[in-house]
């Protein structure tokens, strides 16, 4: 109860200081409101099932051989290493998540607020992400209203918390893609290369922590400077400095597993291929799968600002920032629809798109 007063204190005030006009206040009050809940929520002293156990257990391991990922780490027994939830070497999924994880299990030693803190602190910070993005491609009020979403978002707070499978690999991966979709409008619309830079290593950032489906990102920049720079012989310098910073920073932990855990690494790479074909572990559902968990995920009134897009697509789709949302949130939702593996948190990097849409709808 004490909670719930507080959030709607808070919430309320965000929104009474934004209607005056003092915005950085009210931005605050909602990065606070945020803040709160995921707190709440994360609070709960036991750790979840799929797949939270086993990120903790790792990035535990982590903190005596930060570059050697282990499940069991001294196996006694025989085991299969084709088994992910019983191997020896693991490496399901990729590293970043782990190590920011083990990080803070350094900082701050190993339980269960360590093991949840990263998560917390990224997606409360994609309120101010959401806002800045908002801002830019809309206006003030569009971007309080997204941020303000963003801030109350349930299934992102409960992700946070590890309540769901894929849990803080799927926070990470929301928060460095949607950092390198701000920064990436940053560098369009200033031009200095140090938004360039950033883009890139939040790219670098998401690819390390769920991969391939991080390559949204080169459409969404493509976008937008089509629209900041006009013709491509204008900005493909800036292009091939990114690209080339994105596969400097991504391609040796690829060289670094296949050359020292071979086996390991060659079964992970075409089990997530099989994903595609495939309904592994029984996560099965047909290609409505995800529209039908929008629902649950961003309430029953989703749908109307989808219907809305529909309605006017031809028209939206004229405009640079529409053109970034819609491939933002059709690719992700299209992509995995059509994947035999259903996974509820599949498509959650679109949910920032997402909010936007609803809010400027």
């Not at 970043?96 to 083990?102: E, G, R």
């Not at 140090?194 to 690819?207: D, E, G, T």
């Not at 029984?282 to 009134?301: A, P, S, T, V, Y």
Request: hydrophobic share 55%.
């Amino acid at each position: 109860m004490v909670i719930l007063l507080v959030s709607l204190l808070q919430g309320g005030l965000a929104w009474y200081t934004s209607h005056l006009g003092k915005h950085r206040l009210a931005l605050f009050l909602l990065i606070t409101l945020g803040l709160t809940l995921r707190i709440f929520v994360s609070t709960d002293y036991f750790l979840h099932d799929w797949d939270e156990r086993y990120h903790a257990l790792v990035a535990k391991h982590l903190l005596e051989h930060p570059l050697v990922f282990t499940l069991y780490d001294t196996p006694v027994l025989p085991y299969d290493y084709q088994n992910w939830a019983g191997n020896h070497i693991w490496l399901h999924k990729p590293p970043m998540t782990l190590w920011c994880i083990a990080l803070s299990y350094k900082l701050f030693g190993v339980n269960l607020l360590a093991l949840r803190l990263p998560s917390i602190l990224m997606s409360t910070l994609l309120i101010p992400i959401i806002y800045g993005i908002g801002k830019q491609m809309f206006n003030q009020r569009v971007a309080f209203v997204a941020a303000f979403l963003m801030s109350i978002q349930g299934f992102v707070i409960e992700m946070s918390g590890g309540r769901f499978a894929t849990d803080h690999p799927d926070v990470h991966f929301l928060f460095w893609v949607c950092l390198a979709v701000w920064s990436t409008l940053r560098f369009h619309e200033r031009g200095h290369w140090k938004w360039n830079v950033l883009a890139a290593v939040s790219l670098a950032a998401a690819i390390l922590t769920k991969w391939l489906p991080a390559l949204i990102l080169l459409p969404i920049w493509v976008v937008a400077a089509d629209h900041y720079w006009g013709h491509w012989k204008n900005y493909w310098k800036p292009l091939c400095g990114f690209v080339a910073l994105v596969v400097l920073l991504t391609v040796p932990w690829q060289w670094y597993i296949h050359t020292y855990f071979p086996l390991e690494a060659a079964w992970e790479a075409s089990f997530n291929r099989l994903h595609i074909f495939k309904a592994l572990d029984g996560q099965e559902g047909d290609i409505f799968f995800h529209l039908n968990k929008m629902r649950m995920q961003f309430g029953e009134l989703i749908y109307l600002p989808l219907l809305w897009i529909a309605w006017r697509f031809r028209r939206l789709i004229t405009r640079y920032q529409w053109r970034i949302l819609l491939l933002w949130l059709l690719l992700p939702y299209g992509f995995f629809s059509l994947v035999a593996t259903k996974m509820p948190a599949y498509p959650l990097f679109a949910a920032p798109a997402l909010l936007l849409i609803t809010a400027y709808a």
